[in-house]
């Protein structure tokens, strides 16, 4: 089924015909109201019957258009990725590579279209882009890194267990960063900060993390070793990678599938098809 | 000149220290959240609304005024923090209007009404309103009751989501991607912000009320570098500077709320010395 649909947008054939189960293919009403609360979850189809288990799919995006107050920024968008796949989604400014993260993320609503992530939300990571707050909070690295374990618990337990903590821990040291326990965290430099809030998404997730530009504001050196910290838990642990990146060379030499935006269409396909493109 | 023992022999000086420090205590807790989401001057614009809801519970002649004016400031609260950000309608602009139109509207309402008539709206003190006057020594067991319920639910709630509003506080995006309800729990930091601010107005005044929220969080940020760190001494701040003000404005009959804020602002100012020291000795 999957390689039916990564043919199909790669031969630039319709993939919404090509997709029309009348089970899981939702064209969305037209937003009339953008305030309501987000509510993509009625978005969200497993489709069971269907036999897929056999390519392990774990994302998957139909006709999928972006937008801000209910006009289109791009045209339709379709892709699927397996679990351990490494997708980057690259592009120009203003393609909508962010708002496409954080409509699969339910932070934004699409125009129309549908999506299947396969994992929960509360089994997912997150890495956003930083926010003005971030810059001059008076924070311990432990105590940043540690409210990736927030998701786990449930409404009536407002502490972390021993064993979040000690998880808290083991995640800092996969990223490098066990001798940053007990600094500021608005005092480490920006490569220190992003292997943290990396921590942080690991934390969150079982086997799945999202990026939004995690070097953007990285020299050349902590950037480098950022896409091999990266890399090594892409290829340890087996989790799937979704990044939004500028940074084409590393994008296409640690990526297993790209996404590429552009103004007037998308292209998707494994990363040796982008590069023979 | 009395001394600090004489008057501790009175009732209602025990009543305004119970008043003063648990009122400035829970100002300091919510206020490390609300200066670090950059919401200092919607606290300010929310003591103005909390004015013109004391002049509508004055007109109406309701005897408990913040029976009136907690509903009000706390539904004024929900708008400004929970759906501002959204919409936009926190820019500072929209703040400093509303800031200026609760005061006059407030100021207004009492003028027609006192030359129309209304006997409570007559006896209104609005200099005592705006900058608290001598309230917090003329209580009764009953207000002290109340304000010691308030007091203690929010700091209540505060502990239960203290994890969770700094989760929040720090990235209200992840929270919310990774399938937690971000949206609840900035609804329940704008409401303890509403109920804090009409609680302190009693204490200090609603053109100062922001000062007991800000100035502790301000404070401790100075020195603090975890969050936890920053919370403990917020309330320790905000606690000695209640203790030592009104017991000082006792002394020299001064009005306990404005005294508690002075003391405040010079604690800032030694903080901020302190701040500075401690970093270049770091770096040394």
Redesign the interface.
């Known amino acids: 089924m999957f390689r039916f649909l990564e043919a199909a947008i790669n031969s630039k054939i319709n993939v919404g015909a090509a997709f029309c189960r009348p089970h899981i293919f939702l064209k969305m009403k037209k937003i009339e109201n953008e305030n309501e609360e987000l509510e993509v979850d009625e978005l969200v189809y497993t489709n069971e019957d269907e036999n897929e288990d056999e390519n392990d799919s774990i994302l998957e995006v139909g006709d999928l258009v972006l937008g801000y107050d209910g006009k289109a920024i791009t045209g339709e968008i379709s892709f699927g990725i397996n679990e351990g796949d490494y997708l980057c989604i690259i592009g120009d400014n203003g393609t909508g590579k962010s708002t496409l993260l954080k409509t699969i993320l339910a932070l934004h609503k699409p125009i129309s279209g549908w999506m299947d992530l396969v994992p929960s939300r509360k089994e997912i990571g997150y890495l956003p882009q930083q926010n003005a707050v971030q810059k001059d909070f008076p924070s311990s690295v432990f105590e940043v890194a540690i409210t990736g374990t927030l998701s786990k618990n449930k409404w009536w337990m407002p502490f972390y267990s021993k064993e979040q903590k000690e998880d808290t821990k083991k995640a800092l040291e996969a990223t490098n960063s066990l001798d940053l326990t007990d600094k500021c965290y608005r005092e480490l430099s920006g490569g220190q900060q992003q292997r943290v809030l990396l921590s942080r998404a690991l934390l969150a997730s079982k086997n799945m993390i999202f990026l939004d530009e995690p070097t953007a504001s990285l020299d050349i050196d902590a950037s480098c070793d950022f896409y091999e910290t990266l890399k090594k838990i892409n290829l340890e642990k087996n989790t799937t990678i979704v990044m939004v990146t500028h940074d084409i060379e590393n994008a296409l030499k640690h990526s297993t599938h790209i996404l590429d935006l552009k103004k007037d269409g998308f292209f998707f396909g494994t990363t040796k098809e982008y590069q023979n493109n | 000149m009395l001394s600090i023992f004489d008057i501790l022999r009175f009732d209602f000086a025990w009543m305004a220290l119970i008043v003063a420090v648990l009122t400035a205590l829970s100002a300091a807790l919510i206020g490390v959240p609300l200066v670090?989401?950059?919401y200092s001057f919607s606290g300010f614009a929310l003591s103005n609304v909390s004015f013109m809801a004391m002049t509508f519970a004055v007109i109406i002649g309701v005897n408990n005024n913040l029976l009136i004016t907690m509903p009000l400031t706390v539904a004024a609260a929900i708008l400004l923090i929970r759906?501002g950000e959204?919409?936009k309608i926190g820019g500072d602009a929209v703040l400093a209007m509303l800031s200026i139109a609760a005061l006059a509207i407030g100021y207004f309402l009492i003028n027609v009404f006192t030359v129309r008539g209304n006997v409570t709206a007559a006896e209104f003190n609005i200099l005592a309103t705006l900058f608290g006057g001598n309230a917090i020594m003329e209580l009764t067991w009953a207000q002290v009751g109340i304000s010691v319920g308030m007091a203690a639910g929010v700091v209540i709630t505060f502990?239960?989501?203290?994890?969770?509003t700094?989760?929040v506080?720090?990235?209200s995006?992840?929270?919310?991607?990774?399938?937690?309800k971000a949206?609840v729990y900035e609804l329940i930091i704008a409401a303890i912000v509403g109920i804090v601010v009409a609680l302190s107005m009693q204490f200090v005044g609603s053109l100062l009320t922001s000062a007991l929220i800000i100035f502790p969080a301000l404070s401790a940020?100075r020195v603090?570098?975890?969050?936890?760190?920053?919370n403990i001494v917020s309330a320790i701040v905000a606690v000695s500077a209640a203790l030592f003000g009104v017991l000082f404005s006792m002394l020299i009959t001064s009005p306990p709320g404005v005294t508690v804020i002075v003391v405040n602002v010079v604690v800032f100012g030694v903080m901020y010395l302190v701040g500075i020291i401690y970093r270049k000795k770091l770096k040394t």
Do not use: C, E, I, P
């Open positions: 670090l989401k950059r759906f959204r919409k502990l239960f989501f203290y994890n969770r700094f989760a506080t720090f990235d995006n992840f929270m919310q991607a990774t399938g937690q949206n940020m603090a570098k975890s969050y936890k760190k920053v």
